[in-house]
């Protein structure tokens, strides 16, 4: 690779993920482990989930605290549903659920806070276990639906709110390149398997899509209102009433 190659590479780099590793970086410098205090838990009891599902004795106790399926009555899905962020699935390595936990709410808990990446994680995979019952409803004639077996299918767990808050912390920091990779790898899953998990994981794109415009548009508010305040007070002009 050329000289100029590098520069270019590194340039982009910085531009891309500068911002957030310094975030990152300063966080775990100055404040260590109490930076990740939530994640740590979150992490821990995914841990223990796992270790009890796959006893003899424990699979039963942690489908029932856990495990949320579209043939179940919607308020008890929803009961189970914050709970189901930490139960890895079965047909998975459990490491790369707890590697995902780890990095990306990590980042999310030192980036954007404890309260919104609570709530993003949420609100995503809540997108998900609603998605399941409207699927199953369309249909698998449609591109948008799903076939009625998909209704004992277990959900994706940590995965929805793992795709949906990476999707977020890079939006927020400009990593948009990485964004969009992020979305990329989720459609291209979707046209190569078209299972539940699959397009569980575009719902989780569309809820943090949602959220993100949100943010946006209250953002560009808030702007406006107080450039409106810095105008009207350079100018004499009584300010602008929020």
Not at 9 to 19: D, L, N, Y
Request: charged residues 15%; contains cysteine.
């Amino acid at each position: 690779m050329s000289g100029a190659a590098r520069r270019g590479v590194r340039r982009f780099a910085q531009r891309e993920w500068g911002p957030l590793v310094a975030t990152v970086t300063y966080a775990l410098r100055t404040r260590r482990l109490r930076a990740v205090r939530l994640t740590l838990s979150a992490v821990a009891l995914t841990s223990v989930f796992q270790i009890i599902q796959n006893q003899s004795w424990g699979f039963r106790p942690i489908q029932i605290i856990g495990s949320v399926k579209a043939e179940y009555p919607l308020w008890l899905s929803l009961l189970r549903t914050p709970f189901s962020l930490f139960v890895p699935a079965l047909d998975l390595p459990v490491w790369g659920a707890l590697l995902q936990v780890l990095l990306v709410f990590g980042i999310a808990e030192i980036c954007i806070g404890r309260g919104r990446m609570l709530l993003i994680a949420y609100a995503a995979t809540l997108a998900g276990t609603l998605y399941a019952r409207v699927g199953i409803h369309i249909g698998p004639d449609s591109v948008f639906g799903l076939p009625a077996s998909a209704a004992d299918m277990v959900d994706t767990g940590p995965s929805a709110a793992v795709v949906a808050l990476a999707v977020y912390v890079c939006w927020r920091y400009r990593a948009y390149w990485t964004a969009a990779v992020v979305v990329a790898s989720m459609i291209v899953e979707v046209v190569l398997k078209n299972n539940l998990a699959g397009k569980e994981h575009v719902a989780a794109l569309i809820a943090v899509a949602a959220i993100c415009w949100i943010t946006w548009t209250r953002q560009n508010r808030r702007r406006r209102r107080d450039q409106g305040r810095r105008t009207g007070s350079l100018s004499g002009a009584p300010p602008i009433q929020s």
